[in-house]
């Protein structure tokens, strides 16, 4: 069964924890992408790779951290520096850069 | 500034009836447009893509239509169904080239269908 996987669906965090969000794909996709989605507004771009070992910050970097250690794999790891981090967390992955993106099921991080 | 606008914010209809999603976008230079359906607490779905040269595209009961000139599309779903009720999210992509930061996002129209 090709596509993306997230995990957890759901992290309860307490203020001032890292915490990592997981994202693997099977579809052989150079490129992933994390998106933040908060009610009101639209996707956002954290990082995103098109390449094994390269990452790029996108509009929100910010208190955010990823790695890019295998093909199949973008870890999101969402560190004590953010301020807001409640929020439902998109990972995504795409053949080439301009091409159609397919969307993981997502994360709710809440931080209690 | 490169900006994408949905319209309406939201909406109500009845199940069977038919209704029209509004994306207007001063995107430049235009790549291609996409329409996704995202479900409540759900990953985006792709439904959609349409590059400069078409100007309709169907997938099952939802039509798309693209307009480069006046920078306008536009989702038309037909005899709507309960499952259709979810957020229709626009995104546009530039073409300038090498790095991502291309995918323009409108904030999305949260579709009701009510039995």
């Known amino acids: 069964d090709g596509g993306i996987t997230q995990s957890p669906k759901y992290l309860f965090r307490k203020e001032g924890q890292n915490v990592t969000l997981s994202c693997e794909q099977n579809l052989n996709h150079d490129a992933m992408y994390w998106y933040r989605q908060d009610p009101g507004q639209g996707l956002r771009l954290i990082y995103y790779s098109q390449i094994v070992n390269d990452f790029q910050k996108g509009d929100i970097a910010e208190g955010y951290s990823v790695s890019r250690e295998k093909k199949e794999s973008f870890p999101l790891t969402v560190t004590s520096a953010q301020k807001n981090p409640t929020a439902f967390y998109l990972c995504a992955s795409s053949i080439g850069n301009y091409n159609e993106q397919f969307f993981g099921p997502g994360t709710r991080l809440t931080v209690l | 500034k490169n900006q994408v606008e949905q319209s309406p914010q939201s909406l109500i209809i009845l199940e069977g009836k038919n209704c029209t999603l509004q994306c207007n976008y001063t995107v430049s230079p235009f790549s291609n447009l996409r329409w996704y359906k995202q479900d409540t607490g759900r990953g985006p779905v792709s439904l959609t893509i349409?590059?400069?040269?078409?100007n309709t595209k169907s997938n099952g009961r939802y039509t798309a239509t693209l307009d480069a000139d006046t920078k306008q599309s536009s989702l038309h779903i037909t005899a709507s169904q309960l499952s259709d009720s979810a957020s229709y999210i626009c995104?546009?992509?530039?073409?300038?080239?090498?790095?991502?930061?291309?995918?323009?996002f409108g904030k999305g129209t949260k579709l009701s269908v009510k039995p």
């Open positions: 995104v546009v992509s530039r073409n300038y080239g090498g790095s991502q930061g291309n995918l323009i």
């Open positions: 349409m590059t400069f040269s078409e």
